[in-house]
C-alpha cells in the first residue's frame, strides 16, 4: 500500500517542482502552506471537564503528549508494574466508582495569518538593461504565440505536431536567459476572451525593448547627449505602465521586468536628478493600445541618433583628410601643390555641409596658419569663403598682444616703399579692419594716414569717395576677404588715376611691400608726390 501511495504521488510532486521552479509566485504560496501547516502541528492545550467527588462538573486542562509519568507514591498503594502486575501483593487498589467518558472540549483554533514576508527592493544596474531587453522580446513572442496557440486550439489543431514543438522551442530559448518565465504560454497563465489582448501585451514589450536598447545607447554616449537620454526616459516609462496595464487587465502575472524596469527608472531618476514627469504613478496609467504609436517615436529618436552619430564619424573623417593635405602643403615649402590645395578646399566645402558652422574653432584653428599661403589663382566657393571671413573676423577681434605679425627685419623692399609713400595715404579695401596691421603699415611705409574700408558689406558708395581723394596714392584691393571683384575696384582707380594692388593674403609689411613693388613698382617711382 505504501508503494503504491509513492508511485501515485510521484508525477504530482514532479509537476509541482516544476512550476516552482518556474514561477516565483508559486514558491512563495508554497512556502506560506508550510508554515501554516506547522503552526497547526505546535503543541496546544485542551480544556476538558470532568465531575467531582460532589458530582459538579470541573474544568480540566489536558497536558501536552508526552510520556507517561510514574504515580507519586501513595500510602497503601503501590506502583504499578509495567507488565501489569504490583510488585506487592499485601496492598490492595482501594475499590473506586467507574468514572464517566471524559469530555474534551476544544478551543476553536484562530484563522491563520502568514507572517510578513520581507521582500528585499531588487538592484538593477546600468549594464542589466540589454538582457532585460531581451527577455522582453522573447515574452513579446511568447505572447504572440499564446494567442496563435489558441486559435490553433479552438480550430482542433494536433497538439503534438502543431503546437507543443513551437511550446518547447520558446521553453528552450527562455532557458538560455537569466530568470526568463514565458508565464502567458504556462498552461495556468491567463486566458482572455479577446485573444487581441495578447497583441497589446506583444506591442508593450516589443516598445519596452526598444526604448532599454536605446537607453544602453546613450548610456554609453558622452553628456551632449543628456536631451536625447530624458527623452528615452520618458518613452521607457510610458513603456512599462502601459505593460503593467495590459497584464492588469489580463489578470495576469506580476511580470518580474516591468517591476526592474520601474525600479531602475525610478532609481536613475534620482541619481541623476531627471524627474520623469509622466507615467510612474498608479494613478497616471499609459495606454497600451497605443504602442504601435510609441515604438515609432522610440524608432524615429534612434534613427535620429544614428544620423548624427554617422554625420560626426564623417565629418572626424574630414577633419582628418584636410590634416592630411594640409600637413603635405606645409612640409613642402616653396611647391605648388595645387591637387593638396584642391583637396583642401574641397574638403572644407563638405565639412561645412555637413553642418559645421563656418566659425568653428577646429577648422579655424587648422587652417589658421596656412590662411596666407593660398594660391591666387584658386577659385574658392561659397562656404571655402564664409569659413575665411569668419577667420578674417576673429583675428580683427583679437587683441593687438595676441596677435603675432611678422616680426622680420624690415627688407630692402619696404625701405623703398617707405621712401616712395611716407607721408601718403593709402587705402585698404577688403575684410576685418585689424589695429595691428594697420599699425605696423602706417609705421613701417612712414604713412600719414591708412585707410582701412571693411569689404564684405560696403558698397561703391562707400569706397568711391575716398578713393578720390587727391592725397591718396595707392589702393590694395585684399582679394581674399572683399566682397568686390578685381575689376569693379580697378573701375574707380582707373577713374581716379590711382594705383592698384592685389593682395592675395597677409598684412605683413614685408609682404605688402613685395606685391607693391612687384606690380606697380615702376609707376610708383615716377609718381609725383603731392603733399599732404
Known amino acids: 500500500m505504501h508503494d503504491d501511495l509513492m508511485a501515485a504521488f510521484k508525477p504530482v510532486i514532479d509537476q509541482l517542482q516544476t512550476i516552482v521552479e518556474n514561477n516565483p509566485a508559486y514558491r512563495t504560496l508554497l512556502r506560506d502552506l508550510g508554515k501554516a501547516l506547522l503552526v497547526l502541528t ?172 536605446l537607453l544602453d545607447k546613450l548610456l554609453k554616449k558622452p553628456e551632449d547627449e543628456q536631451d536625447a537620454f530624458e527623452q528615452a526616459l520618458d518613452f521607457t516609462a510610458e513603456a512599462q505602465s502601459a505593460l503593467r496595464g495590459v497584464i492588469a487587465a489580463m489578470e495576469g502575472y506580476a511580470d518580474t521586468d516591468q517591476a526592474r524596469i520601474f525600479t531602475w527608472l525610478r ?27 510609441l515604438q515609432r517615436r522610440i524608432q524615429a529618436l534612434d534613427e535620429k541618433l544614428q544620423l548624427v552619430e554617422n554625420r560626426s564619424k564623417r565629418r572626424q573623417s574630414l577633419y582628418n583628410k584636410l590634416r592630411y593635405h594640409l600637413k603635405l602643403i606645409q612640409e613642402n615649402p616653396g611647391q605648388d601643390r595645387p591637387h593638396d590645395w584642391r583637396k583642401t578646399i574641397e574638403t572644407i566645402e563638405e565639412l561645412v555641409d555637413n553642418g559645421v558652422p563656418a566659425s568653428n574653432r577646429e577648422l579655424r584653428d587648422l587652417l589658421l596658419p596656412m590662411i596666407d599661403d593660398l ?40 625701405q623703398r616703399v617707405a621712401e616712395l609713400l611716407r607721408g601718403r595715404t593709402v587705402v585698404l579695401i577688403g575684410g576685418e579692419r585689424r589695429s595691428w596691421a594697420a599699425d605696423a603699415l602706417t609705421q613701417a611705409f612712414g604713412l600719414n594716414q591708412l585707410i582701412w574700408i571693411e569689404g564684405h558689406d560696403q558698397s561703391y558708395a562707400d569706397f568711391e569717395p575716398q578713393v578720390a581723394r587727391p592725397e591718396v596714392a595707392v589702393v590694395i584691393l585684399a582679394i581674399r576677404w572683399s566682397r568686390h571683384g578685381f575689376g569693379e575696384v580697378k573701375e574707380f582707380c582707373d577713374r581716379y588715376d590711382k594705383l592698384l594692388v592685389r593682395l592675395p593674403g597677409g598684412y605683413s609689411p614685408n609682404l605688402v611691400a613685395f606685391h607693391m613693388l612687384s606690380q606697380v613698382g615702376e609707376r610708383l617711382a615716377k609718381l609725383e608726390l603731392v603733399a599732404p
Open 42 to 213: 505546535e503543541e496546544t492545550s485542551v480544556t476538558t471537564s470532568a465531575p467531582t467527588a460532589d458530582g459538579q462538573s470541573a474544568t480540566l486542562v489536558e497536558r501536552p503528549f508526552s510520556a507517561p509519568l510514574a504515580p507519586e507514591a501513595t500510602p497503601g498503594v503501590s506502583k504499578p508494574d509495567l507488565n501489569g502486575a504490583s510488585d506487592s501483593t499485601e496492598t490492595k487498589l482501594a475499590p473506586s466508582t467507574p468514572a464517566k467518558p471524559v469530555r474534551f472540549v476544544a478551543t476553536p483554533a484562530q484563522p491563520y495569518t502568514p507572517p510578513p514576508v520581507w521582500r528585499p527592493t531588487p538592484v538593477v544596474m546600468d549594464e542589466d538593461l540589454p538582457m532585460i531587453a531581451a527577455r522582453c522580446r522573447l515574452k513579446a513572442e511568447g505572447a504572440r504565440w499564446a494567442a496563435m496557440r489558441q486559435r490553433l486550439l479552438d480550430a482542433g489543431a494536433d497538439y503534438e505536431t502543431e503546437i507543443d514543438p513551437h511550446s518547447r522551442d520558446l521553453i528552450t530559448r527562455a532557458k538560455l536567459l537569466t530568470d526568463c518565465f514565458l508565464w502567458m504560454c504556462h498552461r495556468d497563465g491567463p486566458t482572455p476572451s479577446d485573444l487581441g489582448q495578447y497583441e497589446d501585451l506583444a506591442g508593450c514589450f516589443d516598445a519596452a525593448a526598444m526604448a532599454l536598447m
Open 267 to 293: 532609481t536613475t531618476g534620482a541619481t541623476r536628478q531627471i524627474l520623469i514627469q509622466r507615467y510612474m504613478r498608479r494613478d497616471d496609467p499609459a495606454d497600451p493600445t497605443g504602442c504601435d504609436a
Open 375 to 414: 594660391p591666387e589663382a584658386l577659385e574658392l566657393p561659397k562656404n571655402c569663403q564664409l569659413v575665411l571671413r569668419e577667420i578674417d573676423r576673429f583675428l580683427s577681434e583679437r587683441p593687438a598682444k595676441l596677435e603675432i605679425p611678422n616680426t622680420a627685419s624690415p627688407t630692402g623692399e619696404v
